[in-house]
T-cell receptor, first 115, second 111 residues
Framework: GAVVSQHPSRVICKSGTSVKIECRSLDFQATTMFWYRQFPKQSLMLMATSNEGSKATYEQGVEKDKFLINHASLTLSTLTVTSAHPEDSSFYIC???????????FGPGTRLTVL | SQELEQSPQSLIVQEGKNLTINCTSSKTLYGLYWYKQKYGEGLIFLMMLQKGGEEKSHEKITAKLDEKKQQSSLHITASQPSHAGIYLCGAGQTGANNLFFGTGTRLTVIP
């Protein structure tokens, strides 16, 4: 149990386009999901906390208008990188918190390359 | 904010050797998590520690949290190539749901 999927696993896009990344909890309901970003050889940095049915909470320095987060259901959160630029190229990982448990279960990640 | 420092940053060991990775916090930890990541992939949950002095083991991996809840260690016994990867410690903050991560330790196991 406690499987989190992400789609797509890899995406290459042109500068200026928007990219949507999906994060799904496959066998449990996640009231809270998190979006992280990881640069090569660096640790994960929390971007935002996504709560089902409410607005996401963004970390300092993360542009909410650029990284749109929607958590429309208890099993799905989406991250849309709007007007992507090469500096947005990174590895994006989501995680989901299962109910009252403290463990976070991570998705396999999405590698975004903006040309 | 919580800061987690891991040491060493990288580690190369011969297969069969034991090794230890440390995670140190500047503040009291409210839940300490160990994850393993293969580069470019998602994180695999290893263990969670919550109580001071707690120790957990899974197969050849043992994690401990000190009594003060400011330092944790991850010990691998008789390392194998399958243990290679990046080990990350993460900690929760009281009153918050999210985790802060350490800088990571890159482990290479030479057959």
């Amino acid at each position: 149990g406690a499987v989190v999927s992400q789609h797509p696993s890899r995406v290459i896009c042109k500068s200026g386009t928007s990219v949507k990344i999906e994060c799904r909890s496959l066998d449990f309901q996640a009231t809270t999901m998190f979006w992280y970003r990881q640069f090569p050889k660096q640790s994960l940095m929390l971007m935002a906390t996504s709560n089902e049915g409410s607005k996401a909470t963004y970390e300092q320095g993360v542009e909410k208008d650029k990284f749109l987060i929607n958590h429309a259901s208890l099993t799905l959160s989406t991250l849309t990188v709007t007007s992507a630029h090469p500096e947005d190229s990174s590895f994006y990982i989501c995680s989901a918190k299962r109910g009252a448990y403290n463990e976070q279960f991570f998705g396999p990640g999405t590698r975004l390359t903006v040309l | 904010s919580q800061e987690l420092e891991q040491s060493p940053q990288s580690l190369i060991v011969q297969e069969g050797k034991n090794l230890t990775i440390n995670c140190t916090s500047s503040k009291t930890l409210y839940g300490l998590y160990w994850y393993k990541q293969k580069y470019g992939e998602g994180l695999i949950f290893l263990m969670m520690l919550q109580k001071g002095g707690e120790e957990k083991s899974h197969e050849k991996i043992t994690a401990k949290l000190d009594e003060k809840k400011q330092q944790s260690s991850l010990h691998i016994t008789a390392s194998q190539p399958s243990h290679a990867g990046i080990y990350l410690c993460g900690a929760g903050q009281t009153g918050a749901n999210n985790l802060f991560f350490g800088t990571g330790t890159r482990l290479t196991v030479i057959p």
